[in-house]
């Protein structure tokens, strides 16, 4: 139910279920995301530095 409402709301959803094996791979999860989001945030401060007209999105 928790993951149908974050849809609606057009975020992604991640259910985590009880065990150590689960707990490791929303961790792993979250440490991907963490490196996109870095990724794309580096990405976006090089555009904004060296092309004009384009401006850092925070």
Request: no cysteine; proline share 2%; hydrophobic share 40%.
């Amino acid at each position: 139910m928790t993951v149908e409402a974050a849809e609606r709301l057009g975020m992604e959803g991640l259910l985590i279920q009880s065990g150590r094996e689960s707990v490791m791979e929303a961790i792993e999860e979250a440490r991907r995301l963490i490196s996109t989001m870095e990724k794309a945030g580096a990405s976006n401060a090089y555009s904004a530095r060296f092309l004009p007209g384009k401006k850092s999105i925070s």
